[in-house]
């Protein structure tokens, strides 16, 4: 599956939200099925080289180069405990998220499967656990169960991912979590000065609209690589420590 075929198929996503119906992408970890939302997903892909990153936990693989844009791999068996191996060629499935593209590996991508509302049930109460924590819902099919995930939920609380955006795990100073931002997350950084500078003088510099800049400092913001103080009657927006000069 790639990201053409992602896309038609959700040409006709909110038709079919309207009338009651989930696409949800289909996986595997070990013998059970996950799903997540297609709308959360951007792009499926084999498993390739990923590059180790120190001081991160177990369940950050690292991060791949997908068309110039470095993103961060989380192993979901590792990040919900589950034992056992990944086979020889796990799928990588790109998903959204507030920081940015996320990877998670997981064993395969089986199929985009259309279900309707009513047959997604809230998770018991007895759900305990990484799984349960990160649960949607249950939804059956057939005579299979189909964990349903909240992949906000699994990246919001996956805190070290967000800071590989920063730069702020790779030690000193770096490009590194610069190459993470989107085009115009970059065009905003690089137009504030060290001294920093107005929110309309910066909306002047980047010739953007001001929900487009709005958008993009917010981004910024979450990422810790800018911060917005008060100089005298006026705020002033700096880049922090981590972005290099």
């Given at each position: 599956?790639?990201?053409?075929?992602?896309?038609?198929?959700?040409?006709?996503?909110?038709?079919?939200?309207?009338?009651?119906?989930?696409?949800?992408?289909?996986?595997?970890l070990g013998d059970e099925d996950y799903g997540i939302e297609i709308r959360q997903v951007r792009e499926i892909i084999r498993k390739r080289a990923i590059t180790p990153v120190p001081?991160?936990?177990?369940?950050?693989?690292?991060?791949?180069?997908?068309?110039?844009?470095?993103?961060?791999?989380?192993?979901l068996r590792k990040r919900f405990g589950l034992k056992g191996e990944f086979p020889e060629n796990p799928n990588t499935v790109i998903v959204d998220s507030v920081d940015g593209m996320?990877?998670?590996?997981?064993?395969?991508?089986?199929?985009?499967?259309?279900?309707?509302?009513?047959?997604?049930?809230?998770?018991?109460?007895?759900?305990?656990?990484?799984?349960?924590?990160?649960?949607?819902?249950?939804?059956?099919?057939?005579?299979?169960?189909?964990?349903?995930?909240?992949?906000?939920?699994?990246?919001?609380?996956?805190?070290?991912?967000?800071?590989?955006?920063?730069?702020?795990?790779?030690?000193?100073?770096?490009?590194?979590?610069?190459?993470?931002?989107?085009?115009?997350?970059?065009?905003?950084?690089?137009?504030?000065?060290?001294?920093?500078?107005?929110?309309?003088?910066?909306?002047?510099?980047?010739?953007?609209?001001?929900?487009?800049?709005?958008?993009?400092?917010?981004?910024?913001?979450?990422?810790?690589?800018?911060?917005?103080?008060?100089?005298?009657?006026?705020?002033?927006?700096?880049?922090?420590?981590?972005?290099?000069?």
């Amino acid at each position: 599956m790639n990201l053409q075929v992602k896309r038609r198929a959700g040409d006709e996503v909110s038709g079919r939200r309207s009338r009651g119906e989930e696409q949800i992408v289909v996986f595997k970890l070990g013998d059970e099925d996950y799903g997540i939302e297609i709308r959360q997903v951007r792009e499926i892909i084999r498993k390739r080289a990923i590059t180790p990153v120190p001081r991160q936990p177990p369940y950050v693989e690292g991060v791949i180069n997908v068309r110039g844009t470095i993103i961060p791999v989380i192993n979901l068996r590792k990040r919900f405990g589950l034992k056992g191996e990944f086979p020889e060629n796990p799928n990588t499935v790109i998903v959204d998220s507030v920081d940015g593209m996320v990877g998670i590996l997981v064993d395969s991508v089986s199929e985009v499967i259309r279900l309707p509302r009513d047959r997604i049930h809230p998770p018991p109460s007895i759900a305990s656990g990484m799984e349960g924590e990160y649960l949607r819902g249950i939804c059956r099919i057939d005579d299979q169960l189909l964990l349903y995930l909240d992949v906000e939920k699994i990246l919001s609380k996956a805190t070290p991912v967000a800071t590989l955006y920063s730069g702020s795990q790779l030690g000193p100073p770096t490009h590194t979590g610069l190459s993470l931002l989107n085009r115009d997350e970059q065009k905003v950084l690089n137009a504030i000065p060290a001294t920093g500078a107005s929110k309309t003088r910066l909306i002047r510099k980047v010739k953007f609209g001001k929900g487009k800049f709005d958008k993009s400092l917010a981004s910024l913001s979450r990422k810790g690589l800018v911060k917005i103080s008060k100089d005298g009657d006026r705020r002033v927006i700096r880049r922090t420590t981590l972005h290099p000069s």
